[in-house]
């Protein structure tokens, strides 16, 4: 009688594998999460250089900058992605401060949380730092 050769794997070879799949697992998680919560800082940015020029053409036509985000026509109070929430500040007569304040899943970005842009006659510094907008 021949003996049959048994296909497959067997219960080590698997627990094997899944011990493999979940050591890469827990070290390429954190390093993806931080990648993805860097790349959606652009939302932030693409919304504050957005506010940036519609504050710019407000000022043209109104000789100030505008105290209230409902007043600029095109800035939502939500980026695109809806992971930051905008907020506007004047801050001089010829001054104001544009902040994104991460929410939702972006949250979870501790190292920058809230993107600013002080104006100040046209002139932008933007904040917290560059690697905050990704520079």
């Known amino acids: 009688m021949a003996r049959s050769t048994g296909r497959g794997f067997t219960l080590v070879e698997c627990l094997t594998v899944c011990a493999v799949v979940a050591v890469l697992a827990t070290v390429a998680w954190p390093a993806w ?40 026509r095109g800035v939502a109070p939500v980026s695109d992605q809806g992971r930051y929430r905008l907020a506007l500040e004047r801050t001089g007569p010829e001054s104001y401060r544009a902040t994104a304040l991460a929410q939702g899943v972006q949250a979870g970005d501790h190292e920058c949380g809230a993107l600013t842009l002080d104006v100040s006659l046209g002139f932008a510094t933007p904040g917290p730092g560059p690697q905050c907008w990704n520079r």
């Open 33 to 72: 999460r931080d990648h993805s919560l860097r790349a959606a800082r652009l939302d932030a940015v693409a919304a504050l250089t957005r506010l940036q020029g519609v504050q710019e053409q407000y000022r043209s036509l109104h000789g100030l900058y505008a105290a209230e985000l409902s007043v600029l």
